[in-house]
């Protein structure tokens, strides 16, 4: 298990991994950075803040604990993360997208280390994941199972019907992370299907429920480490973040806070970057 950084660490570690996603969606000329920014702090404190057991020189570790990103379209958050704990180098993940890559615009476990599911069809990750923890009981295998959905994809029907099952197999090895970032392709999530008080409906389904701001880092290892202090029944975090959380006031200057599906043109990129750094 990596050592785990302390906070001022945790949120350096985030800024170098959302310049990351700025050059390697930039370079690639198609992507997602908005929603890969809004899940970096998440992901960050998940890879580097102590929480998760894994090892990029043994990558099917059975005892490695597993992280599925159902939003698969972030991806470039999870590909940045990931170069930064070794499973793979910087310069690898700069062919994002480009022809023959492994590194696809979604993960794809068949041509990637570390990576537990193939995901970009979305509302299935949870499923998968349920399965993973099911196996870890059944193996009693003290590995733990962490799913981030998206708050566009959380109005399927089948996220629903495997948030009752969890509950109903009490499974306290898995933490459901939802990344509620406002926005999803064609315009505001509440826009499109109002989910309303979804923290409240994921309690009804018998899951230990937190709410928290999901671009604050202390309040997302807070949240972390209470969720592996819960035993008995399965865990989420309904995470507030913001699309683009990091180069806001950037956006800010081209109207367009949701940025789906597109990357930054190589002049605001550098603006991007000259913010970041700064």
């Known amino acids: 298990m990596p050592k785990a950084l302390n906070l001022a660490e945790l949120k350096a570690k985030a800024n170098e991994i959302r310049k990351l996603i700025i050059r390697i969606t930039t370079e690639a000329g198609s992507g997602h950075p908005t929603s890969s920014l ?3 702090d998440v992901v960050t404190a998940l890879y580097f803040g102590g929480f998760m057991k894994y090892d990029p020189a043994n990558p099917k570790d059975p005892g490695r604990d597993r992280f599925i990103l159902s939003k698969g379209h972030a991806c470039p958050v999870l590909y940045s993360a990931m170069a930064e704990a070794g499973y793979f180098s910087v310069d690898d993940i700069m062919t994002l997208r480009k022809l ?6 979604h993960p794809n476990m068949k041509r990637l280390p570390g990576i537990e599911a193939s995901t970009g069809s979305l509302g299935q990750g949870l499923s998968i994941g349920i399965g993973h923890a099911l196996a870890g009981r059944m193996d009693n295998a003290g590995y733990h199972v962490y799913v981030m959905l998206g708050d566009g994809e959380s109005g399927e029907g089948q996220v629903w019907e495997a948030f009752a099952a969890a509950d109903k197999y009490k499974l306290g090895n898995l933490t459901a992370i939802i990344d509620r970032n406002g926005y999803q392709q064609t315009g505001a999530t509440e826009d499109v299907l109002d989910l309303g008080d979804l923290a409240g409906k994921i309690n009804s389904f018998g899951w230990h429920v937190q709410t928290i701001d999901g ?8 949240a972390l480490g209470a969720a592996r202090d819960v035993k008995d029944q399965p865990t989420a ?6 699309k683009g959380y990091g180069i806001l006031p950037v956006l800010e200057t081209t109207g367009d806070l949701n940025f789906h599906g597109k990357p930054l043109p190589e002049d605001l990129a550098e603006k ?5 750094s700064g």
């Open 38 to 40: 809004s899940a970096t």
């Open 272 to 276: 991007a970057l000259a913010h970041l």
């Open 237 to 242: 975090i309904v995470a507030n973040t913001r």
């Open 100 to 105: 023959g890559s492994p590194w696809e615009g």
């Open 215 to 222: 671009n604050q880092m202390e309040e997302v290892v807070d």
